[in-house]
C-alpha cells in the first residue's frame, strides 16, 4: 500500500493550496481516508476526515475554512485549504486504515508566512 501526498508548499497569510494524496494498493472506495498534520514540537492532529460514503468531520480550528474531498475513479483524496493562517504551517499527512493497518504518506510541508 501506498499513500502519495502532494500540494504543499509556502503561501501568505490568507492564501490557499490544495492537498493531494494517491493511494496505490488498496479498494480505494471502500476506506475512509483523513489527513492530519504535525506541527514542529507539536504532536500529530487529526485535521479531516472523509469515509467511504462521504461523510466529513474537521478538527475545529479548521471549520469553514478547509474542505476535504475524494475522488474514488483517481484513487485520491484533497484537502482544500483557504484563508490559511501561520498556525497552520505543518506536515501535512495522508493517512487511511485499510485491512486493519494504518498507513501514512510521506508528508507535505505547508509553510504559511505573515
Known amino acids: 500500500v501506498q499513500l502519495q501526498a502532494s500540494g504543499g508548499g509556502l503561501v501568505q497569510a490568507g492564501g490557499s493550496l490544495r492537498l493531494s494524496c494517491v493511494a496505490r494498493?488498496?479498494?480505494?472506495?471502500?476506506?475512509?481516508m483523513a489527513w492530519y498534520r504535525q506541527a514542529p514540537g507539536k504532536e500529530r492532529e487529526l485535521v479531516a476526515t472523509?469515509?467511504?460514503?462521504?461523510?466529513?468531520d474537521y478538527t475545529d480550528s479548521v471549520k469553514g475554512r478547509f474542505t476535504i474531498s475524494r475522488d474514488n475513479v483517481w484513487r485520491t483524496v484533497y484537502l482544500q485549504m483557504n484563508s490559511l493562517k501561520p498556525a497552520d504551517t505543518a506536515v501535512y499527512y495522508c493517512?487511511?486504515?485499510?485491512?486493519?493497518?494504518?498507513?501514512w504518506g510521506q508528508g507535505t510541508q505547508v509553510t504559511v508566512s505573515s
Open positions: 494498493g488498496i479498494n480505494f472506495k471502500l476506506y475512509d
Open positions: 493517512n487511511t486504515n485499510a485491512r486493519s493497518t494504518v498507513f
Open positions: 472523509i469515509s467511504s460514503v462521504g461523510s466529513v
